[in-house]
Structure formats: structure tokens, C-alpha cells
T-cell receptor, first 109, second 113 residues
Framework: LAKTTQPISMDSYEGQEVNITCSHN???????ITWYQQFPSQGPRFIIQ?????VTNEVASLFIPADRKSSTLSLPRVSLSDTAVYYC??????????WGAGTKLIIKP | NAGVTQTPKFQVLKTGQSMTLQCAQD?????MSWYRQDPGMGLRLIHY???????DQGEVPNGYNVSRSTTEDFPLRLLSAAPSQTSVYFC????????????FGPGTRLTVT
């Protein structure tokens, strides 16, 4: 049974690169990983999605190693406005969605 | 486009009362879903719909009903509110089920006393 595990919280400083890792055992080749960002009193917002290796967009990168037992969301040069909760989501081929409990990221000046 | 809208933003109910949380989207998305979010537990799927007239249960459906008479609207009905249903409720939509970006509404904060 797939399950996702993420750190409860992380701290970093402005200008640093932040990496948040999500562990997800027992996922299949065509299961996908998605990350969402959530600010207080708002709904989650899509950041990035991928199946394998590396995906990059204008705000983040997603690294998925060959064993697919984890994935890492990388936020380059964070700012105070990146303070939020970040959710890892695994989408299975049977359409089941496995959400992580979220990582509260606090960026300090 | 307004995206996904939810009403009301806040609601207080007494135990045993019923109410409907409204959700609408203007993106012509086929897939819509309802989640509840409790502290430290992330998002849990209540019900979902893959198109008008089709609904199915998610992870935590007990105590909730849904219907999907149009593509745009997906209301969530609490049949007899209980304190355990105190939560923040989010509606989401996407073009289809599966590997699609989900668009979330702003949420409804519900307190049951």
C-alpha cells in the first residue's frame, strides 16, 4: 500500500536553495508525483509534477531517483514569500491519490 | 475566469443541523472533488465526480452526500452535522481524473458545536 512521508517542518534563509524530500514506497513506474503549495486560508496550488528523473519549471525542480522510493522538491533562491506548507502527492495508475501530511517551510530573513 | 469558487467562507452549525457547501467552476472541467483538511492530517478525499451525473466515494465519505447535475456545480451536503466534521473543506477541479493539475477553491471553514 503506497504511503507518503514528508518532514513536518523546515527552516531556511532567504536566497538559499531548499530541498524537501518525500518518501513514497511501493509506487509503480507509471505513478506520478505532484507537489502543491498552500498559503494560510487558501487552497493548495500546483507547483510541479513528474514521473521520473528531473523536471524543471520556472519556480521549482523535481528530482525522482531511479528507485522512485522518494522525490525531492527543490526551490532555488527562496524568499520570504515562499513560506508556506508544501504537499507531496502520489497519483496511482488506478486514480487513487495519496497525499502527504505536508511540510511547513519557514523562510527567515 | 473565476476558477473554483466556494460558498460560504465560514459556517457555524449546531450538532444535528444539515447544510450544503457550494462549489462551482467555470473551466469546463470534468473532474471535481471535495476534500477536508484537518491539522496535521493533510487532505482527505470525501467524494469525487468524473462528470455530470457520476459521483463516487473517496476516503472519508460517511456523513456527506454529493450530486453533480451540471458540469459546473458540485455541492457537498452534510446530512446531520457532528463535531467531528469541524474542518476546512476544499473543492477542486481538473480537466480529467488522473495526471492533471488540480485547481482548488479558497475553502470553507466549518465549525460544528
Amino acid at each position: 500500500l503506497a504511503k507518503t512521508t514528508q518532514p513536518i517542518s523546515m527552516d531556511s534563509y532567504e536566497g538559499q536553495e531548499v530541498n524537501i524530500t518525500c518518501s513514497h514506497n511501493n509506487i509503480a513506474t507509471n505513478d506520478y508525483i505532484t507537489w502543491y503549495q498552500q498559503f494560510p486560508s487558501q487552497g493548495p496550488r500546483f507547483i510541479i509534477q513528474g514521473y521520473k528523473t528531473k523536471v524543471t519549471n520556472e519556480v521549482a525542480s523535481l528530482f525522482i531517483p531511479a528507485d522512485r522510493k522518494s522525490s525531492t522538491l527543490s526551490l532555488p533562491r527562496v524568499s520570504l514569500s515562499d513560506t508556506a506548507v508544501y504537499y507531496c502527492l502520489v497519483g496511482l495508475s488506478n486514480y487513487q491519490l495519496i497525499w502527504g501530511a505536508g511540510t511547513k517551510l519557514i523562510i527567515k530573513p | 475566469n473565476a476558477g473554483v469558487t466556494q460558498t460560504p467562507k465560514f459556517q457555524v452549525l449546531k450538532t444535528g443541523q444539515s447544510m450544503t457547501l457550494q462549489c462551482a467552476q467555470d473551466m469546463n472541467h470534468e473532474y471535481m472533488s471535495w476534500y477536508r483538511q484537518d491539522p496535521g492530517m493533510g487532505l482527505r478525499l470525501i467524494h469525487y465526480s468524473v462528470g455530470a451525473g457520476i459521483t463516487d466515494q473517496g476516503e472519508v465519505p460517511n456523513g456527506y452526500n454529493v450530486s453533480r447535475s451540471t458540469t459546473e456545480d458540485f455541492p457537498l451536503r452534510l446530512l446531520s452535522a457532528a463535531p467531528s466534521q469541524t474542518s476546512v473543506y476544499f473543492c477542486a477541479s481538473s480537466p480529467g481524473q488522473g495526471v492533471y493539475e488540480q485547481y482548488f477553491g479558497p475553502g470553507t471553514r466549518l465549525t460544528v458545536t
